[in-house]
């Protein structure tokens, strides 16, 4: 099974022991005004994203006296954080790596750069800020700590024409001794230290390096005892350094090390500039040797070869117009690497360059999927997706249980499928307990993002009535609705921003209530849909079977109701409505009589402000639907279609397409071969595709789950996608 969302997993550092080892560029304050300097954090981090403890830096002395550091940590829906507080100091902007990886929580980092920069810029001294992060042990003793490490470390000596420099090695200790081997790839220079390590509490060591009189050097073992993080400071403000390292065992193999990293590179300091190969992202490394970077810096992704040879990784790819050559030294296990120097291989750059950073496996590789077709339901309150690649091969997934596991306790209540194919946009809205929960499906990497709207608005206790419609068929900037009813009937809409990401919450009632309206009291499922004018449309039954509208145009003050059916004449309805809209400006409202008979309550705009009621079952002689079952669509071609299961579960559709004098009326189980017909019962779905492609989604009595599909190349056909989805 896919490891399928990269997030952070709060349910592995609540209140966990957090250590921090980073460099400051030369605009920190805890420097006061020197170029690079060392800092130390030891905190924790609660589940409300406290984040507090003591800051350290290193000065002319050592390290500095504790002082208070406070921080709130913000999640976010893509997995990642940012932290914000009166001591931000110049931390701009941050971008998180996850702390968990495939094995549990191991370690992380935080990368950032100064604000009105939309890239590291290579003539800015002020503008990287790298920070290496892990969960420290609980105990922890020197034996903990013995044995051969690699590392990655970036050293600083002030007052010379080289400000800093990266360098690659090993740390090895042995009892209480210690010894740091480093090269710098730029100068093939190595530089070492020696001397001897004292054991503190939670996985903290001081170490004396020989010749200073003083402890300048503090480690920090991981709670897997697999990740150390360091900071060397000598006693003056001449030099130091900051190092992740991780244990060296076997040569691991292709099959360890393929799969998803979150990594982020720093760089050599020349001078007062930073060299330009320097980023964080996701790297996805295949097992046949290719790969994909996406950078979280600056949005651009980038394909990739990959060789491994011992314990080097070698990444080749185009990297800002530059062929470059990437190497990170890999564990055993694959779940951690070490950037270890770069080399452009032409152009004005050409020249091999010390890197320093981490990798963190989070999850095996993943290829694109291109989504063609998706589907969801309700299974024992668990939210079951099942999608479908251009193949034709189906996969299926609990979402809450893959991409949300802090909501998978909880009761599942609704789910909506949202696709556009020929956007790639594929959303899945899930009603669990009373938080609505949206996952943004990503092709290119194949993983959901789950945002909680709940905690992004601070509005929720949604009970029922879950709908998602945007005010754009297509485009980036489409703004994004999707709302429910709270348990006295208001209807609460969540809106996201497509041009500013911003979410918002509005309690529909409380608008209509405002203008001297009532909020329609719905009784069964809501319809949302969106006109070619831009009207937005919530409708529902009410009690007495009458279309209740909540709608909103831009021309409109703000929300307001209709009810549809006091001007038509309308028999009252049951169940579950569809709505179908057509190129023509036609909105469709289709429902069911108790009896089972289907009527269409429509408008177009010849009738101004009236709309009119259609017995579809009277007209053409059609059959009774089953009330619960009504479902519609449109095609490309203009072609219409509302459908319903009769008494014996068969798809029962009255469509209509250009040309046609009059409504036809159509059996879907008798165009499918007898062996793959399929008695159907309870709710259907449909789904148009940007392939021409139509499907019906449905469920057997066994539970299991059906799709009828249609394309213009093949007649109907069924499949029973639970016997032919393979576990995601």
């Known amino acids: 099974m896919r490891c399928?969302?990269?997030?952070?997993?709060?349910?592995?550092?609540?209140?966990?022991?957090?250590?921090?080892?980073?460099?400051?560029?030369?605009?920190?304050?805890?420097?006061?005004?020197?170029?690079?300097?060392?800092?130390?954090?030891e905190a924790t981090l609660s589940e409300a994203g406290a984040f507090s403890g003591s800051q350290y830096a290193s000065g002319?002395?050592?390290?500095?006296?504790?002082?208070?550091?406070?921080?709130?940590?913000?999640?976010?829906?893509?997995?990642?954080?940012?932290?914000?507080?009166?001591?931000?100091?110049?931390?701009?902007?941050?971008?998180?790596?996850?702390?968990?990886?495939?094995?549990?929580?191991?370690?992380?980092?935080?990368?950032?750069?100064?604000?009105?920069?939309?890239?590291?810029?290579?003539?800015?001294?002020?503008?990287?800020?790298?920070?290496?992060?892990?969960?420290?042990?609980?105990?922890?003793?020197?034996s903990d700590i013995s044995g051969t490490w690699m590392i990655t470390w970036h050293g600083w000596n002030h007052g010379t024409s080289t400000v800093g420099d990266a360098a690659n090695g090993t740390l090895t200790v042995s009892g209480s001794s210690f010894s740091l081997v480093g090269t710098y790839p730029s100068y093939g220079s190595d530089r070492s230290f020696s001397g001897t390590l004292t054991a503190r509490t939670?996985?903290?060591?001081?170490a004396k390096v020989d010749g200073f009189s003083s402890d300048v050097a503090w480690f920090y073992l991981d709670k897997t005892k697999q990740v150390v993080i360091a900071g060397v400071v000598a006693e003056s403000a001449a030099g130091g350094g900051v190092f992740v390292a991780i244990r060296q065992g076997a040569n691991p193999t292709v099959q360890a090390v393929a799969g998803r990293y979150q990594l982020v590179t720093g760089m050599d300091y020349r001078g007062n500039e930073v060299d330009r190969f320097g980023d964080a992202g996701l790297v996805d490394l295949k097992p046949d040797g290719t790969g994909l970077y996406q950078s979280d810096v600056t949005g651009s992704s980038a394909e990739l070869q990959w060789t491994l040879s011992g314990r080097v990784i070698t990444v080749m790819g185009i990297y800002r117009g530059e062929q470059i050559a990437l190497q990170l030294a890999a564990s055993s296990s694959g779940d951690f690497a070490l950037p270890q120097q770069v080399t452009v291989l032409n152009g004005a750059d050409a020249g091999t360059y010390g890197q320093t950073g981490f990798a963190i496996r989070i999850g095996e590789a993943v290829s694109p999927f291109n989504v063609s077709a998706a589907y969801s339901e309700i299974r024992s309150g668990n939210a079951m997706v099942y999608l479908s690649d251009t193949g034709g091969n189906w996969i299926t997934l609990d979402i809450l249980e893959s991409a949300a596991?802090?909501?998978?306790?909880?009761?599942?209540?609704?789910?909506?499928?949202?696709?556009?194919?020929?956007?790639?946009?594929?959303?899945?809205?899930?009603?669990?307990?009373?938080?609505?929960?949206?996952?943004?499906?990503?092709?290119?990497?194949?993983?959901?993002?789950?945002?909680?709207?709940?905690?992004?608005t601070g509005t929720g206790s949604i009970?029922?009535?879950?709908?998602?419609?945007?005010?754009?068929?297509?485009?980036?900037?489409?703004?994004?609705?999707?709302?429910?009813?709270?348990?006295?009937?208001?209807?609460?809409?969540?809106?996201?921003?497509?041009?500013?990401?911003?979410?918002?919450?509005?309690?529909?009632?409380?608008?209509?209530?405002?203008?001297?309206l009532a909020m329609p009291q719905f009784a069964g499922e809501l319809t949302a849909y969106v006109t070619l004018w831009g009207a937005l449309n919530i409708v529902g039954l009410d009690a007495d079977g009458d279309i209740q509208a909540v709608w909103n145009h831009a021309t409109l003050p703000d929300w307001t109701t209709n009810n549809l059916s006091e001007s038509t004449g309308a028999p009252a309805y049951t169940g579950k409505l569809a709505v179908f809209l057509t190129s023509w400006f036609a909105m469709n409202i289709a429902g069911t009589t108790p009896d089972g008979k289907m009527v269409v309550t429509w408008w177009v705009p010849e009738f101004g402000a009236s709309w009119v009621a259609s017995n579809f079952t009277d007209l053409f002689s059609g059959p009774f639907l089953q009330s619960s079952s009504v479902a519609a669509y449109v095609t490309s071609w203009g072609q219409m279609t509302v459908l319903g299961l009769d008494d014996n579960g068969d798809i029962r559709a009255y469509w209509w397409a250009p040309g046609f004098s009059e409504w036809a009326i159509a059996n879907l189980n008798e165009a499918v071969v007898s062996?793959?017909?399929?008695?159907?019962?309870?709710?259907?779905?449909?789904?148009?595709?940007?392939?021409?492609?139509?499907?019906?989604?449905?469920?057997?009595?066994?539970?299991?789950?059906?799709?009828?599909?249609?394309?213009?190349?093949?007649?109907w056909d069924a499949e029973n996608l639970s016997l032919i989805a393979e576990p995601w």
């Open 4 to 41: 399928i969302a990269e997030r952070l997993e709060r349910r592995v550092i609540l209140a966990a022991n957090i250590a921090v080892v980073g460099l400051a560029d030369r605009a920190n304050p805890i420097q006061s005004g020197t170029s690079l300097g060392a800092y130390f954090l």
């Open 60 to 142: 002319a002395s050592g390290v500095s006296t504790a002082q208070p550091y406070n921080q709130q940590v913000t999640y976010l829906p893509d997995g990642k954080f940012t932290l914000s507080g009166a001591s931000e100091r110049d931390y701009d902007r941050e971008l998180g790596g996850q702390v968990s990886s495939d094995a549990g929580l191991r370690a992380g980092w935080f990368y950032g750069f100064d604000s009105g920069l939309g890239d590291l810029d290579p003539s800015d001294s002020q503008s990287i800020d790298l920070a290496y992060a892990i969960e420290r042990a609980s105990t922890s003793s020197l």
């Open 202 to 206: 939670n996985g903290k060591f001081t």
């Open 405 to 456: 596991p802090e909501l998978a306790s909880q009761t599942a209540k609704e789910v909506v499928t949202d696709l556009d194919t020929l956007t790639g946009n594929l959303r899945v809205t899930v009603l669990v307990g009373g938080t609505v929960a949206v996952f943004f499906f990503d092709e290119s990497t194949g993983s959901f993002a789950c945002a909680n709207l709940t905690t992004l």
């Open 463 to 516: 009970q029922r009535g879950l709908v998602t419609f945007s005010d754009a068929f297509t485009g980036a900037a489409a703004d994004l609705y999707y709302g429910g009813l709270k348990s006295n009937g208001d209807f609460v809409l969540y809106k996201l921003e497509g041009d500013t990401g911003a979410w918002s919450a509005r309690n529909l009632g409380t608008v209509l209530r405002a203008q001297g």
């Open 675 to 715: 062996d793959r017909r399929h008695s159907l019962h309870g709710m259907l779905t449909t789904q148009f595709t940007g392939m021409d492609e139509i499907n019906i989604y449905g469920q057997k009595a066994s539970g299991d789950d059906i799709r009828y599909t249609w394309d213009p190349s093949e007649p």
